[in-house]
């Protein structure tokens, strides 16, 4: 079961609003399990179970901002896994936040193209878990950061592209707290940033040819530098048909949970390893 409602107008002083509402909701199905001999049995409630509420917001104004985007979507969902019998139902919950300010504008006879935005983000997670006994887990994550980005195509038959980017993840931090005993709680804070810069030159080399070379530097306190490059031939042979040879590169830092989580030998599951590397990945296609 669902609902959803928008609402747009645009205001006397040129100011564009957009405000945005949707939420469903899924019950999930009642299991009945007996394991016989053992004397237990219970009901399941709500299996996969799920619910989310998202709102939206946007404000578009040609002022000096010419674009202004208020982004801020909020979701939950969660599940009823254990048994109505034994006690409290399992679920999990994550709630979302997400603003971004956006500026764009066009200047040397509309050859050059100059894009910015400040954004943040917000993230909560919590979860009552039972594995014999019940355990509640949270995730509490907090970033903000910036990019601009400049497109010229002052150049005849090229598109050139810089830009440059920086994000601060002040809060990254997990708990875990036993229910039975408070001596295996787990609390383990972290904190983190990336920085990136980037360049791409797509030219065309004819009517119906044209490449395009990209480069992207990244760095972060996780895994140090990372070089990532693009390549792409394009051929037009005509108007049904494109042939193409894309290369590219792409790396991912291990998330705090990856490499930081660490039972402390409580159950056995899982070690944290601060000197994990990150995941590299080269794509060739034709």
């Known amino acids: 079961m669902g609902r959803a409602g928008n609402l747009g107008r645009t205001l006397d002083n040129g100011l564009d609003v957009l405000v945005s509402a949707s939420a469903y909701k899924a019950d999930g199905e009642d299991l009945f399990f007996d394991y016989g001999s053992s004397g237990i049995s219970g009901v399941a409630s709500g299996m996969d179970g799920e ?29 009823n896994l254990l048994f109505r019998s034994p006690g409290a139902r399992q679920y999990e919950r994550d709630r979302h936040l997400l603003t971004q300010l956006q500026y764009q504008d066009s200047f040397a006879g509309d050859t050059l193209h100059l894009s910015g935005r400040l954004f943040l983000g917000r993230e909560r997670y919590t979860a009552l878990f039972s594995y014999g006994t019940p355990y509640y887990a949270t995730g509490s994550s907090d970033w903000q950061g910036v990019e601009a980005r400049l497109l010229s195509t002052a150049w005849a038959g090229h598109k050139l592209m810089v830009g440059i980017e920086y994000q601060d993840n002040s809060r990254r931090d997990q708990t875990n707290e036993d229910q039975v005993d408070s001596a295996n709680n787990l609390v383990i804070p ?12 797509e030219w065309a080399l004819g009517e119906t040819l044209s490449a395009t070379l990209g480069l992207r530097f990244d760095r972060n306190d996780v895994t140090g530098n990372d070089l990532s490059p693009r390549a792409a031939l394009i051929w037009k042979a005509s108007p049904n048909t494109t042939v193409k040879g894309l290369y590219g590169r792409a790396h991912r830092a291990p998330n705090a949970f990856e490499r930081d989580y660490d039972d402390l030998g409580t159950s056995d599951t899982q070690v944290a390893n601060p000197d994990l590397d990150g995941e590299t990945i080269d794509t060739l296609n034709w």
Not at 190 to 201: K, L
């Open 51 to 79: 619910e989310d509420k998202e709102f939206y917001t946007r404000l578009r104004a040609p002022l000096v901002v010419r674009f202004l985007l208020w982004r801020s979507p909020q979701g939950r969902s969660h599940r």
């Open 190 to 201: 972290g904190s983190g940033w990336r920085a990136g810069v980037y360049a791409q030159d």
